[in-house]
């Protein structure tokens, strides 16, 4: 059993920087995916970038090169950092896990590929 919760969200103007953090709750395996998702009012939940239990990252080549997924295995935590926010930027921000098997790192948002996810966080990036 695991539970996500997300906190850092909030309001910033264009050009500015925030850190997204998700708190992992429970227990699961040694292998694992986490991944950061996004979405805006009436559009797809998108990849914004995920990171493998192996230390493999990808990004989503919207955000790529002003982003940074990390996880600090301590605290049991996610980390989403994003510099040079636009407002395009704007959406609610989830962070899921797949605990399954070999923890694929799924780039695309489905129902049950990811089977734990957080409530959601608010990021608005304004001029």
């Known amino acids: 059993q695991v539970r996500l919760v997300e906190s850092g969200g909030g309001s910033v103007q264009a050009g500015g920087s925030l850190r997204l953090s998700c708190k992992v709750l429970g227990y699961f395996g040694s292998t694992y995916c986490f991944a950061w998702f996004r979405q805006v009012r009436g559009k797809e939940r998108e990849r914004v970038a995920t990171?493998?239990?192996?230390?493999?990252?990808a990004y989503a080549d919207s955000v790529s090169g002003r982003s940074t997924i990390s996880e600090d295995n301590a605290v049991h935590t996610l980390y989403l950092e994003m510099n040079s926010l636009e407002p395009d930027d704007t959406a609610i921000y989830y962070c899921?896990?797949?605990?399954?098997?070999?923890?694929?790192?799924?780039?695309?948002?489905?129902?049950?590929?990811?089977?734990?996810w957080g409530q959601g966080t608010q990021v608005t990036v304004s001029s």
């Open positions: 990171i493998h239990s192996d230390g493999s990252t």
């Open positions: 899921a896990a797949n605990t399954r098997g070999n923890g694929y790192c799924y780039p695309v948002y489905t129902g049950y590929q990811y089977n734990y």
